[in-house]
């Protein structure tokens, strides 16, 4: 719990940043052209910056920018819980393999491993099920290929908890830049609307706003760019985290047909 605590404000911070460093950036960009002017605006009221886009944007513009930091930090939580969870499940499988194989009995071996681990869910049901093979229609299946059901069925499990939420960074990585494309073409569309109702359309009633706007883009590809690097990273870790429960449930599966009975 506190793990994920710690993951959470790191990701929020994170995903801020994100924010804020783009406005920055505005701000830096145009301040050599506020300097030359003689009413120079303060770099924190800069017109042309994201902060007045906030501050003063349709409520489209605010909803796209909302949308984004969620999804930004939605990401950036996932990556950070996954990995924790990986680092887990990776370590409590190297410490059953040490400590599992060595006790006289599979029930001991059970009892040896952490509650709520991946590899004492997996070794409990195998277990299970080895013990238990009765039924009018599991008779008909035998006991191997029902405790290799059963044992394919719980690193099935695992596999599915330790694969969730990356479909959300799939989703983040594909669409985020077209949410920011669609904020920036809004965000486009009004600064033109407002420069033709004005009837000025000088370079730097022009520049300000569709600069402003730009940022939507700038920003909806920083919030993919970490999701699709996230996603491909995490999914390549599962892979190898997954072989260790693989072969610890082959080994297993092995040591239980070996062993008719189990010790209580």
């Known amino acids: ?59 489209v513009d605010q909803a796209v920018l909302v949308l984004l930091l969620i999804m930004s930090a939605g990401s950036w939580f996932i990556t950070f819980t996954k990995l924790y969870d990986q680092y887990k ?36 049901t195998a277990v299970e099920a080895g013990e238990h093979h009765e039924g009018n229609l599991t008779e008909n299946i035998d006991r191997n290929t029902w405790v290799t059901m ?19 960074l799939a989703t983040v990585g594909s669409t985020s830049p077209f949410i920011g494309l669609f904020g920036t073409v809004w965000g486009i569309l009004n600064a033109l609307t407002a420069i ?16 402003a706007a730009l940022i939507m883009t700038a920003i909806g590809l920083a919030v993919a760019v970490p999701a699709v690097i996230g996603y491909n990273w995490l999914l390549n870790r599962n892979k190898a985290v997954l072989a260790q429960v693989r072969a610890f449930a082959g080994d297993l599966h092995g040591v239980l047909m070996g062993s008719r009975q189990v010790k209580r």
Not at 13 to 25: C, F, I
Not at 92 to 97: E, F
């Open 150 to 168: 059963n044992i394919d069925r719980a690193v099935g499990d695992v596999s599915s908890k330790m694969g969730s939420g990356l479909g959300f």
């Open 89 to 124: 499940v990776g370590k409590d499988i190297s410490d059953a393999r040490a400590a599992f194989f060595k006790k006289p009995t599979l029930a001991d071996g059970v009892k040896a491993l952490r509650e709520g681990t991946a590899a004492r869910y997996i070794a409990q």
């Open 1 to 59: 719990m506190f793990s994920r605590l710690s993951a959470l404000i790191a990701t929020l911070v994170v995903a801020a940043s994100l924010v804020v460093a783009p406005a920055h950036a505005q701000d830096a960009a145009s301040a050599p052209v506020a300097e030359q002017t003689a009413a120079a605006p303060a770099a924190n009221d800069n017109p042309y910056g994201l902060m007045n886009l906030i501050k003063n944007g349709h409520a």
């Open 196 to 211: 033709g109702v004005a009837g000025q359309a000088s370079i730097d009633k022009v520049a300000g706003p569709v600069g």
